[in-house]
């Protein structure tokens, strides 16, 4: 039987007024199940555990990224699949799997085709998709970088972080690269993905993106990019690797999956450890690089 | 941030190295490599790898084919091609079957040319035509 976790405040409470029409689908394609409800920070972790412990081999979380890295960091067994039904402020792990809407991911559901995808630890918690530090994270706790449609409150989140930008120090990072490549380099942002994420034919590889300070031509590309979520081209270092240790000077704040997360130094790794998400496509079962 | 569809292959993403960025140790990759930036060390690449105009590597460089712009402190083994362009610099010697030197560009060292086979030059003759 299929284990909801919805996150009630994901999407600014718009999870709360989708949940009768959502139940009300999924009852008609056959995968109605147990819901239930978070209340606290972490809440998922421990839902997703106590669910599995139950005997659950499915797990859907029905909220956002932050929803999702917390079930995550709760799946115990390899069995265990987990499906997103997006309804977050951000969604962009279930966009990578192919999913844009609740109604297509409860297609998505029923249809259950599987990818396995590797973890990354990062310290002593696990994500799979983003994490970033400098001035993206910044942005991210100082402008509301949700993709927003409308023309108005992007051009209202570009002026502010045009603004931001402009006061942005950039930090000076040192990376240690699969235990004996040293890289140095003034850095404006860093994110690492797993290459899988953007492309499912890859293995599963940290890919690691540094951006330069931008000049001002740079910086409008930039954060447009960044505020779309989109792809950022000019300025950029980028490498695989199994394995980095990241320093900054100074210290900085880190988020995983939309959510700050510790600060650096950090360690960050890929790990044997596998997710099989439900995902619109079904891709090759995992690989491990190691 | 993700990188566009259309640059990944089934083996993953290139790799890029800009010019801001210091190097020390080996860089390997079987993808293709660019590196704008300085290197203190050797760089493998299974395809094409790029030295830019910026670049300045201490090292031996070996892969597929080889297109160097910047400056090169070693020796470079190229499978098939090595091409110095006119800002690119090197001191060092040069293996390869084919090398390319531009107006302008600094080779110093010996070059070691490894014959095409007959093969090889049959394809190459047919891609001239």
Same mark, same amino acid.
């Given at each position: 039987? %299929?284990?909801? @976790?919805?996150?009630?405040?994901?999407?600014?409470? !718009?999870?709360? /007024? &989708?949940?009768?029409?959502?139940? $009300?689908?999924?009852?008609?394609?056959?995968?109605?199940?147990?819901?239930?409800?978070?209340?606290?920070?972490?809440?998922?972790?421990?839902?997703?555990?106590?669910?599995?412990?139950?005997?659950?081999?499915?797990?859907?979380?029905?909220?956002?990224?932050?929803?999702?890295?917390?079930?995550?960091?709760?799946?115990?067994?390899?069995?265990?699949?987990?499906?997103?039904?997006?309804?977050?402020?951000?969604?962009?792990?279930?966009?990578?799997?192919?999913?844009?809407?609740?109604?297509?991911?409860?297609?998505?559901?029923?249809?259950?085709?599987?990818?396995? %995808?590797?973890? @990354?630890?990062?310290?002593?918690?696990?994500?799979? !998709?983003?994490? /970033? &530090?400098?001035?993206?994270?910044? $942005?991210?706790?100082?402008?509301?970088?949700?993709?927003?449609?409308?023309?108005?409150?992007?051009?209202?989140?570009?002026?502010?972080?045009?603004?931001?930008?402009?006061?942005?120090?950039?930090?000076?990072?040192?990376?240690?690269?699969?235990?004996?490549?040293?890289?140095?380099?003034?850095?404006?942002?860093?994110?690492?993905?797993?290459?899988?994420?953007?492309?499912?034919?890859?293995?599963?590889?940290?890919?690691?993106?540094?951006?330069?300070?931008?000049?001002?031509?740079?910086?409008?590309?930039?954060?447009?990019?960044?505020?779309?979520?989109?792809?950022?081209?000019?300025?950029?270092?980028?490498?695989?690797?199994?394995?980095?240790?990241?320093?900054?000077?100074?210290?900085?704040?880190?988020?995983?999956?939309?959510?700050?997360?510790?600060?650096?130094?950090?360690?960050?790794?890929?790990?044997?450890?596998?997710?099989?998400?439900?995902?619109?496509?079904?891709?090759?079962?995992?690989?491990?690089?190691? | 941030?993700?990188?566009?569809?259309?640059?990944?292959?089934?083996?993953?993403?290139?790799?890029?190295?800009?010019?801001?960025?210091?190097?020390?140790?080996?860089?390997?990759?079987?993808?293709?490599?660019?590196?704008?930036?300085?290197?203190?060390?050797?760089?493998?690449?299974?395809?094409?790898?790029?030295?830019?105009?910026?670049?300045?590597?201490?090292?031996?460089?070996?892969?597929?084919?080889?297109?160097?712009?910047?400056?090169?402190?070693?020796?470079?083994?190229?499978?098939?091609?090595?091409?110095?362009?006119?800002?690119?610099?090197?001191?060092?010697?040069?293996?390869?079957?084919?090398?390319?030197?531009?107006?302008?560009?600094?080779?110093?060292?010996?070059?070691?040319?490894?014959?095409?086979?007959?093969?090889?030059?049959?394809?190459?003759?047919?891609?001239?035509?």
């Amino acid at each position: 039987m %299929y284990y909801y @976790i919805l996150n009630p405040v994901a999407g600014k409470g !718009s999870v709360s /007024t &989708l949940q009768e029409k959502l139940r $009300l689908r999924l009852r008609e394609l056959g995968i109605d199940g147990e819901f239930a409800k978070t209340t606290g920070p972490d809440d998922a972790t421990k839902m997703a555990k106590a669910a599995i412990e139950k005997g659950h081999t499915t797990i859907v979380v029905v909220g956002g990224d932050g929803t999702v890295n917390e079930v995550v960091n709760g799946i115990t067994k390899e069995n265990v699949a987990v499906g997103i039904i997006p309804a977050g402020n951000s969604n962009m792990l279930a966009h990578r799997l192919g999913i844009n809407t609740w109604q297509q991911a409860c297609e998505v559901l029923a249809a259950r085709r599987l990818t396995s %995808y590797g973890l @990354i630890a990062a310290g002593q918690k696990y994500f799979l !998709s983003t994490l /970033t &530090l400098g001035f993206e994270t910044d $942005l991210d706790k100082q402008v509301e970088t949700a993709p927003d449609t409308k023309l108005r409150s992007r051009v209202g989140q570009f002026v502010q972080g045009w603004g931001h930008a402009r006061n942005y120090d950039t930090l000076e990072c040192r990376i240690i690269i699969d235990g004996d490549l040293e890289l140095t380099a003034p850095l404006f942002s860093l994110s690492i993905t797993n290459q899988k994420f953007d492309n499912p034919l890859a293995p599963n590889k940290l890919l690691v993106t540094l951006v330069d300070t931008p000049n001002r031509r740079q910086l409008t590309s930039y954060l447009w990019n960044v505020l779309k979520k989109d792809d950022i081209e000019e300025g950029v270092s980028r490498f695989g690797a199994k394995r980095v240790v990241i320093e900054t000077t100074p210290p900085t704040g880190i988020m995983i999956d939309g959510k700050l997360s510790g600060r650096t130094p950090i360690a960050i790794r890929l790990t044997n450890k596998q997710i099989r998400f439900i995902t619109e496509k079904q891709f090759s079962t995992f690989k491990p690089e190691d | 941030m993700a990188k566009k569809q259309d640059v990944f292959g089934v083996s993953g993403t290139d790799t890029v190295i800009g010019s801001s960025v210091k190097l020390k140790g080996n860089l390997s990759s079987e993808t293709d490599i660019t590196v704008d930036g300085t290197l203190v060390g050797n760089i493998k690449s299974g395809g094409h790898l790029t030295i830019g105009v910026n670049a300045h590597i201490t090292g031996n460089l070996s892969a597929t084919s080889i297109t160097i712009a910047g400056q090169v402190d070693g020796n470079v083994l190229a499978v098939d091609s090595a091409s110095v362009m006119e800002t690119g610099q090197v001191h060092g010697d040069i293996s390869c079957s084919r090398l390319e030197v531009g107006m302008g560009g600094v080779f110093v060292g010996m070059s070691k040319m490894k014959p095409l086979k007959a093969t090889e030059l049959e394809a190459q003759a047919g891609s001239d035509s």
